[in-house]
């Protein structure tokens, strides 16, 4: 991926080879994504989150969703699933680098930083290689 692409919102990841999900943990302990914005996002403290995780739900997107979306004017049909990070949050991301039939529940799988179009950088997960 090229790295002149802007992440599609900030505040998301963290940089680098590795880059890890952020969240925020409230009074209570309870861990939220994304971190809110405005004075929400004030009463956390952001985290680092898992990288890796397992699937715990997933379909292919087959319409173009409506607002407020605002993806590619030409839609073209994704996957999309609840990642369950171990201990922290289940995330909603686009998984990528597989078809829908070798998608099964509990898979291993980890985050990816991909295009989103042609300008933004958006997070997602793939199976994990070898498992």
Known sequence: MSSSLQPIADNLWTEGPEPQLLGGRD?????????????????????????????WSYTR?????????????????????????????IVQAMIVETTLEDLTLGMDMELVITAFDDQRSMYAFRPVEGK
Do not use: C, H, M
């Open 27 to 55: 009074a209570n302990g309870a861990i939220v994504f994304p971190i809110p914005d405005g004075e929400a996002g004030k009463s956390v403290d952001v985290v680092k989150l898992s990288r890796t995780g397992t699937l």
């Open 61 to 89: 997107q087959e319409f173009k969703p409506g607002p407020p979306y605002d993806g590619p004017e030409e839609f073209v049909p994704f996957l999309i699933g609840f990642i369950e990070l171990p201990d922290e949050i």
